[in-house]
């Protein structure tokens, strides 16, 4: 639940850094949106952490800070790339939810109840990233986003 738990804190992070660059006030407002169900994610996730004993990750302020600069540059690239990006984030996150929803123990319902949730959310944000015009990513960018998340997971498990 803590590398769920972190990634929320970077989908918030990513959210609000493109938001703060979207040049469309629509879009900015559907980001604004998203972020505030990610913000739903954060509480679900530290709540669980909670009642299960954990711990978040230490390193959540570098999360966040990384997050929120990569959020920015993305928004640079300009809205449709800056929606591929989301779009593809969110389609990762989905295939790591998936995962976890395999792994986690059939008895444990309050979590697999939380991951659920958070999984049909984000797969409703990759639509409507797509929906808004998002481009398709480059393959070396789609690896590179996929080498920092396994990264990132690895390290947030521990720390």
């Known amino acids: 639940m803590r590398i769920n ?12 850094g ?10 900015r407002q559907s980001l604004e949106k998203a972020a505030f169900e990610e913000t739903e994610h ?14 978040k990750s230490l390193l959540n302020p570098l999360w966040y800070l990384g997050s929120l600069t990569i959020g920015i540059v993305a928004g640079k690239f300009g809205d449709t790339w800056s929606l591929g990006f989301l779009a593809e984030t969110e389609r990762q996150v989905e295939a790591h939810l998936d995962h976890h929803l395999n792994d986690l123990p059939s008895h444990d319902e309050k979590s697999r109840a939380i991951v659920e949730q958070m999984r049909l959310d984000e797969i409703s944000h ?7 015009g998002a481009r398709q990513l480059p393959t070396p960018a789609r690896h590179a986003m996929r080498l920092v998340s396994r990264f990132m997971t690895a390290t947030a498990y521990y720390v």
Do not use: K, M, S
Request: proline share 0%; aromatic share 4%.
């Open 5 to 16: 738990h972190v990634g929320e804190v970077c989908a918030q992070a990513l959210y609000q």
């Open 18 to 27: 493109q938001a703060i660059t979207c040049r469309d006030a629509a879009l």
């Open 42 to 55: 954060l509480a679900w996730t530290e709540r669980r952490l909670v009642e299960l004993g954990d711990r």
């Open 126 to 132: 990759a639509n409507t990233a797509v929906h808004l």
